[in-house]
């Protein structure tokens, strides 16, 4: 059974910004979306390394810092090249001020 892991409160994480976290030996990427959702990804580029919480999220999608690749918070989806493959999304859920994810 995946345990849910506490990675960070809510406020540590502004509206329209993305938190890099590490849940054990895992690079996680934590974003605040516009209305309040918090969603959860692999924080390491499908493409080359490198941690997407240096990127730029707008619209949903955060932008890779090294080649400006696109992947959809939401879903993981690889948006745009040099990325074809999409990165992993992890469950998130807020209890009270704490943002937790399931890692498995």
């Known amino acids: 059974m995946i345990e849910w892991v506490r990675v960070a409160a809510k406020g540590d994480v502004a509206e329209g910004a993305c938190l890099g976290v590490r849940v054990g030996t895992t690079e996680v990427a934590i974003y605040h979306l516009p209305g309040g959702e918090f969603c959860a990804t692999g924080n390491v580029c499908s493409h080359e390394y490198a941690l997407l919480s240096d ?5 949903g999608c955060i932008e890779c810092p090294l080649h400006a690749a696109q992947f959809d918070v939401r879903t993981g989806k690889a948006m745009s090249a040099p990325a074809d493959e999409d990165i992993v999304v992890y469950p998130v859920k807020v209890e009270g001020d704490d943002l937790l994810v399931q890692v498995p």
């Open 55 to 59: 990127g730029w999220l707008e619209n």
